[in-house]
C-alpha cells in the first residue's frame, strides 16, 4: 500500500563531498550532500545562503569537491558541524592548491576543481554551477584503463530523510549490459 | 601520487531513476542517471535534448521520478537501451497516474511526482528543475516515525566512468553524530 508522503525529497543517497574555497587569503570547507549532475560536464553544489563559504565562492569564483570516502568521514562531519562564521576550519585539513587556484583536500584520494560558472538561485539557497576543469585521483583508485574505479573507491553517500551516511556498495551489473535481453 | 585526469566527471554514484512522462496520449519512460537536488525542495533530471520524452515534459510540465531498485532493475535497464523515438515503450511497466497527471511505475517503491518549473539549458541537454508535489512511498520502506528507511530500501546506484551500476551499502552512522569529538 503506497502512502502520499506530501512534497518529500527521496532522490538520495548521494556522494558526499566536501567542498573548498579561499575566503580572503584562508581557505574554508563544508560539508555537502545536496549536489548534481548536469548534462555530461557540468555539476552543482547546492548550499544555504548562510554558508561563510559562499561568499568567497562568488567572488574567486573557484571551488574544490573533495568526494569523502570513510578515511575522511570524521574531519568531513566536522566541517559539517561547525560554520566557517563562528569557526575558523582553515587547519582541520592539509592542503594543497589546484592548478585553477581552489584549495584542495590534500588526503582526500578525488577531488574535481571547478570554475563557477553561473549561481542558480532558489529562496534561501544558491547552488553554484561547476565546470570541471581537473579532477584529480590517486593512482590506486584507478583502473588499469585508468578509469575511476569504484570496487576500489567507495564514496560515502548521504540520506537526509533519517541523516545516515552510508556505505557504497558492490557493483550489480554493467549497464546497459542485460535490459535488451531481459527487460522487456 | 595524484593524477590529474582532465575535465571528469566524478561525482558518483548517484541514484539511478526512472523519469515518466506523456507524450500524446501514451506514457514513455526513460533511465536517468544524471540527477540532482537543489535547496531543500527541488531536484533536476538532466536530460539529452534528443531523448523523446522531452517534448512531453516540455509539454505537459508534470513528470515522475520513480527510484529503482533492484527488482526494477532489469525494466529500468531496458528503458535505457532503447529510445522512444524508434520504440513504443508505454507498455513496459503498469502504470498508475498520480494526483497532479504524470505517470507512474505502479511497482516501484517510491516515487517523487513533480511539476517542471525550469528548464536549464546546455549545450546539447535540458535539465528540468522540478518542484516535488507528492512522494509517495510503500509503507514497508518506511520506518516507525513515517520516514524513508534506507535500512530497507536500497536504491540502485549509478557511476559512468567504468558504467556500472552499484548497490547501496550498510549505514555507516548518523550524521554530526561523531564529528565535533573526532573531527578535529
Not at 552543482?44 to 573533495?66: F, T
Not at 575558523?88 to 583536500?105: C, L, Q, R, W, Y
Not at 570541471?132 to 553517500?157: R, S
Amino acid at each position: 500500500m503506497k502512502k502520499d508522503l506530501g512534497s518529500v525529497l527521496a532522490l538520495y543517497p548521494t556522494p558526499l563531498v566536501v567542498v573548498g574555497a579561499y575566503v580572503g587569503d584562508k581557505p574554508d570547507w563544508t560539508l555537502v550532500g545536496h549536489v548534481g549532475i548536469i548534462g555530461h560536464d557540468r555539476i552543482l553544489v547546492s548550499l544555504a545562503k548562510p554558508h561563510y563559504i559562499n561568499g568567497g565562492i562568488r567572488q574567486n569564483k573557484v571551488l574544490s569537491v573533495n568526494v569523502v570516502d570513510e578515511a575522511l568521514l570524521a574531519k568531513a562531519d566536522y566541517v559539517g558541524c561547525v560554520s566557517g562564521n563562528s569557526t575558523d576550519k582553515s587547519e582541520v585539513f592539509e592542503t594543497s592548491v589546484g592548478k585553477a587556484g581552489a584549495p584542495m583536500i590534500s588526503s582526500a584520494p578525488l577531488t574535481m576543481e571547478c570554475r563557477v560558472v553561473d549561481v542558480y538561485e532558489t529562496p534561501g539557497f544558491e547552488s553554484f554551477i561547476c565546470a570541471i576543469e581537473h579532477t584529480y585521483a590517486d593512482e590506486g583508485i584507478l583502473n588499469e584503463q585508468g578509469k575511476l574505479d569504484y570496487h576500489k573507491f567507495k564514496p560515502v553517500l548521504f540520506e537526509m530523510p533519517t541523516y545516515e551516511y552510508l556505505k557504497t556498495g558492490d557493483a550489480i551489473a554493467k549497464c546497459m549490459s542485460f535490459g535488451k535481453k531481459e527487460g522487456k
